[in-house]
């Protein structure tokens, strides 16, 4: 059994019935699909038997968390560490981070199992920008991103984490990342697969080595490249 947000227990037939509301969403089109996915947010968060994941929603959003529900930090007292095998830690306000230059693109989000979100606008401060600012010492490897979920974690390569497409996203589709979205900050790394870009960002570790995170750990690929 899950819980809603209130704590109330989601059953089963519950959650065949919104089955039935995918199938509907599928034939009528993205905006109800749109609609449900978001109704869908936080009933899939706090869904330990994955049957939400069942909804057929077509091309839009699906809501994960690998611990069931997580506290949503204040914008105005965010901060996001950035140390390890640095020459210059620091931490970032999210005031700080806006006051950054800031990439802006669209691309698509790809999940590893199969679904995906088409032209999703992302604007955000380029990794590799606040990694040239810490300086890697000789010995880094690798960057450890962590989520302040407590539990989540996941691994690039140095060279991976300083590609173009591979930012501390503050905005899509022109607002703020939503809690749902994994806010008020989150990675995004557009040739990679979705679990590469942590959601509810807190850390970004640079390591000496480049061991599996959370899901990789998990069977994942490593590299999370997506095949084109």
Same mark, same amino acid.
């Given at each position: ?7 109330? &227990? ?37 869904? &330990?038997?994955?049957?939400?994941? *069942? ?7 699906? =809501?994960? !968390? ?25 931490? $970032? ?6 006051? *950054?230059?800031?990439?802006?693109? @669209?691309? +698509? ?13 992302? @604007? ?5 920008? *606040? ?20 539990? =989540? ?5 140095? +060279? ?12 899509? $589709?022109?607002? &703020? ?10 990675i995004y790394s557009g040739s990679m697969y979705g =679990? ?5 960002? !807190?850390?970004?570790?640079? @390591?000496?080595?480049? +061991? &599996? ?6 069977? $994942? ?8």
């Amino acid at each position: 059994m899950g819980a809603d947000p209130d704590g109330a &227990p989601v059953g089963r037939r519950v959650v065949l019935g919104l089955l039935g509301l995918g199938a509907l969403g599928v034939v009528t089109g993205a905006t109800v699909q749109d609609g449900l996915s978001r109704f869908l947010a936080p009933i899939q968060m706090n869904d &330990p038997t994955g049957l939400t994941s *069942l909804v057929p929603l077509g091309n839009t959003w699906r =809501y994960y !968390s690998v611990t069931g529900a997580v506290e949503p930090r204040d914008a105005a007292t965010y901060t996001l560490k950035v140390d390890g095998l640095v020459d210059h830690p620091s931490t $970032y306000r999210l005031s700080d981070l806006e006051a *950054l230059p800031q990439l802006s693109f @669209t691309d +698509d989000f790809h999940c590893v199992t199969g679904w995906h979100v088409p032209d999703v606008p992302w @604007t955000g401060v380029r990794v590799a920008d *606040l990694l040239e600012r810490a300086a890697p010492t000789t010995d880094a490897v690798g960057v450890r991103f962590h989520s302040f979920d407590g539990t =989540y974690s996941v691994n690039m390569t140095l +060279d991976q984490a300083r590609a173009d497409d591979v930012v501390v996203a503050l905005r899509m $589709y022109g607002e &703020p990342v939503t809690h749902d979205h994994g806010g008020p900050v989150r990675i995004y790394s557009g040739s990679m697969y979705g =679990y590469k870009s942590t959601k509810w960002l !807190s850390g970004i570790e640079v @390591t000496d080595n480049d +061991d &599996p995170g959370y899901w990789e750990s998990r069977g $994942y690929p490593l590299d999370g490249i997506i095949d084109e």
